[in-house]
């Protein structure tokens, strides 16, 4: 039985939700501890104030975000200001804290500096390719574009739960994520697009290329209809990002009229157990991340985690190989080479990528810090386990394309969330299934 998505074909991660569940038992431990305990994990580069959002303008997004979801919810001039949405999604302390400086001074003389960080500089001894952005990328590097390096986040002051975050600005944001997905449309949709786009008057140019093109395609026997692999797993992934969000608002909910947090059992069951499929696009996630990891094993063990400590560097190094050595043993629960492998592959590979930067320019729509914040992260952590997938060789050296910090830990956190996405959905459903109430 094919658990992550019942009609799937094997080839997209076909695998039992128990088998997923019984790794995720033994990892999560060991993962949370990663991502909570250790300086390299819990610290995030990233420009979160400083970029706008290029797909529409800032007037039209705020409207749809803060301002509009703190009127939308009418209880809320009731309750003190510290729970309403506004106030729910900033984030905690200052916003950009720096991991402590003492590093530079306290770094034993033997241990020399791996990249040239410049004066002052002591956050990390890695190499990071910040301003370099590589063809590979699935993701639009932070600093893209604005003048600063970004700011340090601590990704545990922070957690990822419910703000209050909704409206028109939270739907128009995923709206167009999921329009992102249309590139494997049929080519008549294609032209249909561009017909769109194209000015009045064009129309009739149009259907003629339309048509010509449509018999191209049959003459080559190319797919005119719009399902392909590639294309139902980037809606996978999305959709499981999307359920991943939703779960983790819905298990640290805040009840605005109490002013209580706790799971909010009516939350998960609208937004994914009444949707199996969201839950299963999770699933799929977890598979498709954990496979990264596991393929970024040898990469790992031979990469140098420096923060300031060379204690907790080498704690945190045996943690992360510990868990490349579990994700790495059989069975193999996502296999990547069945992508890309048709003759269109390369054309394919290349849309792919582009529409997932796309969906990391979109992070800069979202119009709440601590939403925006976790997004950044998770397409990040994704972009990462994609470029990792589908662009790293383990067997070769050095033709590999660079990994940042940033992407690192984006995907070690990635992971964090999925991982506890999966575990607070079972606790849902056992809670369900037993007919039990949350608070
Ligand atoms: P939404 O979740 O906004 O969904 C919109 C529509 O998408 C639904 O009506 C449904 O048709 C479809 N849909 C929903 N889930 C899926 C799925 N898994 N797969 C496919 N289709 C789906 N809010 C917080 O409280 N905390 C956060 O940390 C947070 N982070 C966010 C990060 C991003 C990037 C974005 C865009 C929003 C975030 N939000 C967050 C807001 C949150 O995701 C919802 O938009 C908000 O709670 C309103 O929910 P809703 O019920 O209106 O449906």
Redesign the pocket.
């Known amino acids: 039985k094919c658990a992550i998505e019942p009609s799937a074909m094997v080839s997209d991660a076909c695998i039992s939700y128990g088998t997923v569940n019984k790794l995720n038992d033994e990892i999560y431990s060991l993962l949370q501890g990663l991502t909570h305990e250790t300086d390299f994990f819990s610290y995030y580069r990233l420009n979160l104030f400083n970029k706008e959002c290029p797909f529409w303008n800032d007037a039209n997004s705020m409207c749809g975000n803060i301002a509009c979801s703190v009127n939308t919810i009418e209880s809320e001039e009731d309750i003190p200001p510290i729970w309403r949405a506004e106030e729910?999604?900033k984030l905690e302390g200052p916003k950009a804290k720096h991991p402590p400086r003492k590093v530079q001074a306290e770094r034993p003389k033997e241990r020399p500096l791996q990249g040239k960080l410049g004066e002052g500089v002591g956050e990390s001894c890695v190499v990071e390719y910040d301003d370099e952005c590589d063809d590979r990328d699935y993701c639009v590097p932070e600093d893209e574009g604005s003048a600063g390096k970004g700011d340090y986040v601590s990704l545990v002051d922070n957690p990822?739960?419910?703000?209050?975050?909704?409206?028109a600005g939270?739907?128009m944001?995923?709206?167009a994520?999921?329009r992102e997905n249309c590139f494997m449309k049929t080519i008549a949709d294609q032209l249909e697009d561009q017909s769109l786009n194209a000015p009045i008057g064009g129309l009739q140019a149009f259907s003629d290329f339309r048509d010509v093109i449509q018999k191209e395609a049959r003459l080559e026997g190319l797919p005119l209809d719009n399902e392909c692999l590639e294309k139902r797993v980037f809606?996978r992934l999305?959709?499981?990002?999307?359920?991943s969000?939703?779960t983790?608002?819905c298990w640290d909910y805040l009840n605005q009229t109490t002013g209580q947090w706790h799971p909010n059992m009516q939350c998960f069951k609208?937004?994914?157990y009444d949707?199996p499929?969201?839950i299963s696009?999770m699933y799929f996630n977890y598979a498709l991340v954990s496979r990264a990891v596991a393929k970024l094993r040898k990469h790992l063990q031979s990469y140098t985690f420096c923060t300031s400590d060379p204690e907790q560097d080498a704690d945190t190094k045996e943690r992360v190989n510990q868990l490349a050595e579990i994700l790495s043993r059989p069975p193999q629960i996502f296999d990547e080479n069945l992508m890309f492998q048709d003759p269109s592959a390369v054309v394919l590979k290349e849309d792919f990528r582009n529409r997932f930067r796309n969906v990391s320019r979109?992070?800069d729509c979202?119009g709440?810090d601590?939403?925006?914040l976790?997004?950044k992260v998770?397409?990040n952590g994704y972009g990462t386990a994609l470029k990792v997938l589908f662009e790293y060789d383990e067997t070769k050296n050095g033709e590999n394309p660079p990994m940042r910090r940033t992407e690192l830990v984006a995907l070690i956190n990635t992971l964090g969330r999925i991982s506890h996405s999966l575990a607070a959905a079972r606790s849902f459903h056992e809670a369900i299934e037993a007919g039990e109430e949350y608070p």
């Open positions: 729910l999604s990822e739960r419910f703000t209050g975050y909704s409206g939270a739907h944001v995923w709206d994520i999921y809606h999305i959709s499981g990002m999307h359920a969000i939703s983790h608002l609208e937004r994914l949707h499929e969201r696009n979109l992070m979202v709440c601590k939403c925006r976790w997004g998770q397409v």
